[in-house]
């Protein structure tokens, strides 16, 4: 007994964090996309200190003025103002808060309650199971965008509702994901000696199987983190989403629709902050699936 | 197959009525009474109201309600606009082709480059054209597409002035909308430049919705076409000395593109969504467009007829996709 404890947890054997680590630095892309990852989350920790000005405060001699390298503007606004003459960079400095905050409080629910719920599907089996599924098929029915739409109609158009209405358009994929996974994962010995052994239900859901399902649940999760800031972002530029003067980035974009053919800069730098966020976590998601899941390795 | 098809059907009507009981609650479900919201400020007399009530059924028990909108459904009937007071069926079908002619554009536009852009990276794979197609497939990927309309129109339509910013065609241009897709009415029509004006007011519209599709079936033609590369008959062809367009184009594509077209297919839910936010930058008068506004405007049966037309549409899309995919490969049919 002893000795096949050291066989299988022996120094030797690399840790499972470091053969991760391995698969995952082999890929330069996720290492860039989580490079840049990290530094908006340091942005949006550190906004109140590196921000220039103030995100809501109006320069009123100041408006619409060009970033500084171009005729017409100055150091102090380094991109420019908008047409209120609030400073661009501060407003996307404070708008990486945002983003990050909408990421991760719509994959914490989404994910959450869907892999409860996948769990519970896996486990129950027969008319829960089904029940369950067939209420997913009704949510996956509706383009997810659409679906956000008419929910934030009914709940009001803010922040925090456009948040859980992408959360539950969400959900579905994480429930569809863990029930599978559970479903692979219960025929397997180690589930039948651990319940002959008299491991309870909920410590069999929990404890056996559920870390044995982690790997495409991570993936989906980096896949929901992007998405979710896109259809928040897209959310606000249909004006349901952060109202203004909220320094969201989609906000910001509908707020400067107008003015797209005068100033191009007011719209050209919050939709940059957008892709180059969503980029990196999407370039980090691709890293995470190869390193996690060499079942679903691309090539 | 008939067994499968009846299988696949099954699962679909019960989608079917799930969906439509949760347009039907959506109404329902929002805060405040209906016909109020209607009146608006100006609120109106309790005669009037009780009318309303009764003309939208309102004031009969909620089973009843479903049952009566269930049944309308099936017989062509989304009931009236709030605003416009005409049947919402006859207004979705009036905008319906162009978000249709605008979606079909997208998705040859998406095909007829991401085909070739997924082959070429896969016969080149690691090699640089391979990096440099899927790097840029996943920026098209991550693209919020709203902001791309905007950066295209700041292009295209301000520096250089090739394009126009909105509409479907020029306004000096009038002639009946038979068929309701403009570039089919506008040829027709036979008046100089027509055809033209509804060819520009297209491209735009067309690379902004088409850009996801494109990155996803780029994506997805790269890993098809790597996975049948490495098939044996595929090995044998080259053997044989076939040359390399034999090999790639006819034996490993023809295989390579089922699940591509599994996913052409079940891209009509991300063009549904990307049309509400293309039809609303570029006022392409679509479906999408006519949700935004029925939503800002408080039309609701109009935001509720468009949320059940949607989705149906994308699940008769999914079955006819699951059906033809279960034709060509038997082994889902299982």
């Known amino acids: ?299 | 197959m008939l067994g499968f098809i009846l299988r696949r059907l099954g699962t679909f009507i019960p989608t079917f009525i799930g969906v439509s009981i949760v347009s039907f609650l959506f109404i329902r479900l929002l805060p405040g009474d209906p016909i109020l919201l209607m009146a608006g400020e100006r609120g109106m007399s309790d005669a009037r109201y009780a009318e309303l009530m009764t003309q939208f059924g309102f004031d009969r028990p909620l089973l009843v309600q479903y049952w009566d909108y269930l049944t309308g459904i099936l017989r062509g009937d989304l009931g009236l606009s709030f605003k416009t007071k005409l049947p919402v069926w006859d207004e979705f079908f009036a905008l319906f082709p162009a978000t249709l002619e605008l979606s079909l554009c997208a998705i040859v536009f998406a095909v007829l480059i991401g085909i070739p852009a997924g082959i070429v990276a896969a016969v080149n794979r690691g090699k640089w054209p391979d990096q440099a197609l899927m790097s840029t497939a996943l920026v098209g990927f991550s693209m919020p597409i709203f902001w791309w309309a905007l950066l295209l129109i700041i292009l295209f339509s301000g520096m250089l002035g090739w394009t126009p910013v909105s509409g479907r065609i020029s306004l000096m241009f009038f002639f009946p909308t038979d068929t309701g897709f403009m570039l089919i009415d506008s040829f027709r029509s036979g008046q100089a430049g027509a055809f033209a004006s509804a060819v520009e007011h297209l491209i735009l519209p067309t690379i902004v919705l088409g850009t996801i599709p494109l990155a996803v079936i780029a994506r997805q033609t790269r890993s098809a076409m790597l996975e049948v590369l490495s098939e044996d008959y595929v090995r044998t062809a080259r053997a044989k000395g076939l040359s390399p367009f034999r090999v790639n184009g006819l034996h490993a594509l023809r295989n390579a593109l089922i699940p591509v077209i599994t996913v052409i297919g079940l891209s009509v839910g991300t063009l549904m969504a990307g049309a509400i936010l293309t039809e609303t930058i570029f006022s392409w008068p679509g479906i999408g467009k006519w949700m935004v506004e029925g939503i800002s405007s408080r039309d609701y049966t109009a935001v509720q007829g468009g949320l059940l037309m949607i989705a149906v549409i994308v699940m008769v899309v999914n079955l006819i996709v699951d059906v033809l995919y279960g034709f060509i490969n038997p082994k889902i049919r299982q």
Not at chain 1, 52 to 64: F, M
Not at chain 1, 158 to 187: D, G, K, W
Not at chain 1, 244 to 257: C, F, I, V
Request: charged content about 15%; hydrophobic content about 55%; proline content about 6%.
């Open chain 1, 1 to 299: 007994m002893n000795n096949t404890d050291t066989m299988t947890d022996g120094p030797s054997r690399p840790g499972r964090f470091a053969e991760f680590w391995s698969y995952f630095s082999e890929n330069r892309g996720a290492i860039v996309g989580l490079v840049v990852f990290v530094a908006f989350i340091f942005i949006a920790i550190l906004a109140d200190f590196i921000a220039p000005h103030s995100p809501t405060q109006q320069y009123r001699e100041a408006l619409l003025q060009p970033p500084m390298w171009l005729e017409g503007g100055t150091s102090q606004f380094i991109l420019g103002t908008d047409a209120v003459g609030r400073d661009l960079l501060s407003r996307l400095i404070h708008g990486a808060r945002f983003s990050f905050f909408i990421g991760l409080v719509v994959v914490v629910i989404s994910a959450g309650s869907g892999v409860l719920i996948g769990l519970i599907a896996g486990f129950a089996g027969g008319w829960v199971d089904t029940l369950i599924m067939r209420l997913m098929d009704i949510l996956l029915a509706f383009p997810s965008l659409l679906l956000a739409l008419v929910m934030v109609a009914i709940l009001g158009p803010s922040l925090t509702n456009a948040m859980i209405a992408i959360a539950i358009v969400l959900q579905p994929h994480y429930v569809r994901l863990t029930r599978a996974a559970v479903l692979q994962e219960l025929p397997k010995d180690y589930v039948t000696s651990a319940r002959v052994v008299g491991a309870r239900r909920v410590r069999l859901m929990f404890v056996t199987v559920l870390p044995n399902c982690m790997a495409p649940i991570i993936v989906q999760a980096a896949l929901s983190f992007s998405t979710a800031i896109l259809d928040a972002a897209a959310l606000g530029f249909l004006g349901l989403g952060a109202q203004p003067p909220t320094p969201e980035w989609g906000t910001m974009l509908a707020d400067s629709r107008e003015f797209v053919l005068r100033a191009w800069w007011v719209v050209t730098f919050p939709g940059l902050a957008i892709l180059i966020n969503v980029l990196a976590i999407n370039l980090m998601g691709d890293g995470l699936r190869d390193a996690l899941d060499p079942k679903l390795k691309r090539s």
